[in-house]
């Protein structure tokens, strides 16, 4: 039993909150009462109220995100529900902001505002000495890195044999892009170097191999990107895995030499691109120099092993689908592994509400407050482009369709002809989800066969390299004809990341 629970619920289970471990850590003489408990936005809400009232908490700290608001506001109206006597202190982004009017805020006992590691120990003190009339609503103050414990203690030898685990060298963001929670008045601060490598090191020598970096901006200071990078590179194993938020337009040639010297499959970038319009990177406060970002895009791609996961968003304020298909095919043609189409969200905070009126921005009014239709992207259209974003997931970032997506792509056009294909899709299938590799193949299949006229060997030669390079056995039918004897079972790469590198670049 522990007087103070630590819980929240994960996107999914592989993910382990590194905000739980840093409450934990930071919580002094509490410590030891208290314990962390993680569920699973999948799981029904009463059954996660069954199991922390079971663990007996007299406080109850929940971490509140966009993903996981819904289900928080159904979880803790059941605990008020059952156990009114729960103390229920929220925390996290979602209750951070616009506060005020929240019903999940109106329900619990009391919320953190901010950074939390310090602030909800100090809390809990209070509530544990008896403390009367204390604020509902607390702001914590912006801690510095040397005024915290190292939170990595807290991850157990499961988290580190089986889940993702997530470290941080930095806080903060310099840059004001308008729909990011970054943007607000947060400086950037920096670990000290000396005691981060070291607790890097404690949980290599506990065997943790892959590492993400939740820094918003690792390439800001260059000599402390670089130092990190050689800690890893010089500790290389084929299983390590690092991964990394980029600044696009930064890559300077001392950081550039530490890239180039890693081994492929060890580096993933995900590069914040967002959009190519000049005009509605200008309206967003976004701005970034095209042309260095093109160039380091296909450095990356043509002189290192690095993975790399660039972002662009559809329904900012202004754009249209035309800018931003221009942008898309701009992005494509400098030859990024992956490119998440990812889709606007109003999170709470953000200075991107300013456009709304003249923008005719139309919000979801449930978490995560997807935008539904703007004045240049009727709903129709963005509904189409959410479809496009769908299916390109499916098809081209999962890597199964190297070969088959030159052919797919081919034109003028990337995203015409990709947007084309997913209509056709969307029209025979009704499904954005769950569409089985066999069955897509031969949606492919037909699409490029039948629907578009393509030569049949030509696209059977493809799709079967391609499913041979993915180490498939399950031949549809249709492509048997097509498979060349390859000497037997493929060689497997050494790692998940090495694998994956493989089916994106074809090795």
């Known amino acids: 039993m522990a007087e103070i629970v630590l819980a929240t619920l994960n996107a999914k289970w592989i993910h382990a909150s590194f905000g739980l471990r840093c409450l934990r850590a930071n919580l002094g003489d509490l410590r030891e009462r208290s314990t962390i408990l993680e569920f699973e936005i999948g799981q029904r809400p009463v059954d996660v109220a069954e199991a922390l009232l079971a663990a007996g908490p007299r406080i109850l700290g929940l971490g509140v995100y966009v993903w996981n608001a819904t289900q928080t506001l159904q979880l803790v109206r059941i605990l008020k529900s059952i156990a009114p006597e729960l103390v229920v202190v929220l925390g996290g982004p979602e209750v951070s902001h616009e506060t005020d009017g929240q019903e999940v805020v109106a329900l619990a006992d009391f919320v953190v505002r901010g950074e939390a590691d310090l602030a909800f120990a100090a809390l809990c003190r209070r509530i544990l000495a008896g403390e009367a009339d204390l604020p509902k609503v607390h702001d914590a103050p912006l801690p510095h890195f040397g005024e915290l414990a190292d ?50 090191q404690r949980l290599y020598d506990q065997g943790l191999r892959h590492f993400k970096f939740v820094d918003r901006t690792f390439n800001l200071g260059i000599d402390f990107a670089v130092a990190i990078l ?23 040639d001392k950081l550039r030499a530490e890239i180039a010297a890693f081994p492929a499959g060890a580096l993933q970038f995900e590069v914040g691109v967002q959009t190519l319009d000049d005009a509605t990177g200008e309206r967003i406060s976004r701005r970034q120099d095209r042309q260095k970002l093109h160039d380091n895009l296909r450095w990356l791609r043509t002189a290192t092993g690095a993975h ?36 606007l969200k109003r999170l709470r905070g953000t200075p991107i509400v300013r456009h709304d009126a003249e923008f005719g921005m139309r919000y979801a009014q449930e978490a995560p407050y997807e935008i539904l239709a703007t004045a240049a992207v009727p709903f129709p259209t963005m509904q189409r482009m959410k479809r496009f974003a769908r299916y390109w997931d499916v098809v081209a970032n999962s890597g199964n369709w190297l070969e088959t997506l030159r052919i797919l792509l081919a034109g ?40 578009r006229g393509h030569d049949a060997d030509t696209v059977g030669a493809a799709m079967a390299a ?42």
């Open 412 to 451: 003028p056009s990337a995203y015409d002809r990709f947007a084309a294909f997913a209509d056709w899709l969307h029209a025979e299938t009704r499904a954005t989800a769950g569409i089985a590799l066999g069955r897509l193949a031969g949606l492919l299949w037909r699409w490029l066969v039948e629907v």
């Open 230 to 252: 050689r800690f890893f590179r010089e500790r290389y194993t084929p299983e390590l895995f690092l991964h990394f938020e980029l600044i696009p337009d930064r890559l300077p």
């Open 308 to 343: 790399v996961h660039a972002d662009l968003i559809a329904g900012l304020p202004g754009e249209t689908e035309a800018t931003f298909a221009r942008g898309f095919d701009e992005l494509w043609a400098s030859g990024p592994d992956e490119i998440q189409v990812g889709v």
């Open 151 to 200: 939170p990595y203690a807290e991850y157990t030898t499961t988290d580190i044999a089986h889940r993702i685990v997530y470290v941080e060298a930095s806080r903060g963001c310099p840059f004001t892009c308008e729909f990011c929670l970054s943007s607000l008045d947060i400086p950037v601060r920096r670990a000290e170097l000396a005691p981060f490598l070291a607790a890097m």
């Open 466 to 507: 391609d499913y041979a390079r993915c180490a498939r056995h399950d031949w549809p039918e249709f492509l048997r004809p097509y498979v060349v004897a390859r000497g037997g079972e493929l060689r497997r790469s050494g790692s998940a990341a090495a694998a994956r590198q493989a089916r994106h670049r074809g090795g």
